[in-house]
């Protein structure tokens, strides 16, 4: 799986326009099925090498950019790609109406200026295995606080 596009990734905006049409019919499919919407109006999208490809080559061809655009385009979008350790998402808030959109907004504190990087790190698998044997068990069958052993049945 590839973690960075490369400048030899990217086609010139005359080849890309030939295929333009199939790629965003093939990556729509793609994309309706790493969104996750959480609420009334923000959306998750989770990213992957090819979302972002696309992403660079639409505004390298909707911009009639030339090849020296080319590093600053995958510089801002190779962060995107998940490294394979890891899930990135792009929030995507949709509301339509103006009124609505800045009432949002102004309740979400400054979310269009500044979106905090999470910094919280996965604990380790063994920790993880543990909490989760243990939920599993108690919500199958309560054990008696005198004895570990199940009730019989």
Known sequence: MKRRIEP????????????RAGKRSELAAVKRLRRVEVGPFAMFAFESWDTMWFQ????????????EQ?????A??????????ELVATVMLQ???EIARKAALAKLGGIEEAWPRPTW?????RARRRRCSSSTSRSRRPRSRRSASPAPR
Do not use: W
Not at 56 to 67: N, R, S, T, Y
Not at 121 to 125: F, G, K, Y
């Open 8 to 19: 030899s990734d990217i086609i010139s905006n005359g080849e890309y326009a030939t295929i």
């Open 56 to 67: 660079v080559q639409e505004m390298l061809f909707i911009e009639k950019a030339g090849p």
């Open 70 to 74: 080319i590093p600053d385009e995958i």
């Open 76 to 85: 801002a979008y190779n962060p995107l790609i998940p490294d394979g350790s």
């Open 95 to 97: 509301i339509d109406s």
């Open 121 to 125: 790190t996965a604990p380790p698998p």
